[in-house]
């Protein structure tokens, strides 16, 4: 069974640092995209950024280029997301989400974790 | 980017009606489209995926149609479960995006 456990949210000022970690489970974690989807409270779903485990090649949403780094451990399945000079709008939810199609960067999601809240405010 | 459009933002139906969302793709993206549901507080779900395929373990009241860039998702018999925010996402092309949500609410 597949399970995504996200971890590392929490209270940060305005330009500060964070790094989100998505422990993976009950699949072939090399073998899928994996990314990240945040919802600021009581938004809809924003696409963050993506990363293809096999080819280690990374998207990002215009909104977080040159701020937030997407990577991951493959030998302890996890997933990370690096958010460095955070502003107020980037408080939200974060998910990460599984990739459903082994091999391909643009996919659906088919799994997602819980989700861990990201608050950005002084 | 790709901007997706949907069609409520919200509706009020009752138990056993049937209701349609719809969500409109800025440009042409085949049938990469999903559908996703979301409980408040949960994290979202994949219903449909290549626009008309459903998940395996999803109920067959839901389905999902297209036609050239619009794609559409009915829900038959709706259950009490099914009151919910769905959303649909376009897998095209970087950036991945949403639509805005739909919220279907219990009259």
């Known amino acids: 069974e597949v399970h995504l456990l996200e971890s590392g949210g929490g209270l940060v000022q305005p330009g500060g640092s964070l790094r989100l970690s998505c422990a993976a489970s009950g699949f072939s974690f090399r073998s899928y995209a994996m990314s990240w989807v945040r919802q600021a409270p009581g938004k809809g779903l924003e696409w963050v950024a993506s990363?293809?485990?096999?080819?280690?090649?990374?998207y990002n949403a215009d909104s977080v280029k040159g701020r937030f780094t997407i990577s991951t451990d493959n030998s302890q399945s996890t997933l990370y997301l690096q958010m460095n000079s955070l502003r107020a709008e980037d408080s939200a939810v974060y998910y990460c989400a599984k990739g459903a199609v082994a091999g391909t960067s643009f996919d659906y999601f088919d799994y997602w974790g819980q989700g861990t809240l990201v608050t950005v405010s002084s | 980017a790709i901007r997706m459009t949907q069609s409520p933002s919200s509706l009020s139906a009752s138990p056993g009606d049937r209701v349609t969302i719809t969500c409109w793709a800025s440009?042409?993206?085949?049938?990469?489209l999903a559908w996703y549901q979301q409980q408040p507080g949960k994290a979202p779900k994949l219903l449909i995926y290549?626009?008309?395929t459903l998940r395996s373990g999803v109920p067959s009241r839901f389905s999902g149609s297209a036609s050239g860039t619009d794609f559409t998702l009915t829900i038959n018999y709706l259950q009490s479960e099914d009151f919910a925010t769905y959303y649909c996402?376009?897998?095209?092309?970087?950036?991945?995006?949403f639509g805005q949500g739909t919220k279907v609410e219990i009259k």
């Open positions: 990363i293809s485990t096999t080819a280690g090649v990374t």
């Open positions: 440009q042409g993206i085949s049938s990469y």
């Open positions: 996402q376009q897998y095209y092309s970087n950036p991945w995006t």
């Open positions: 290549a626009g008309s």
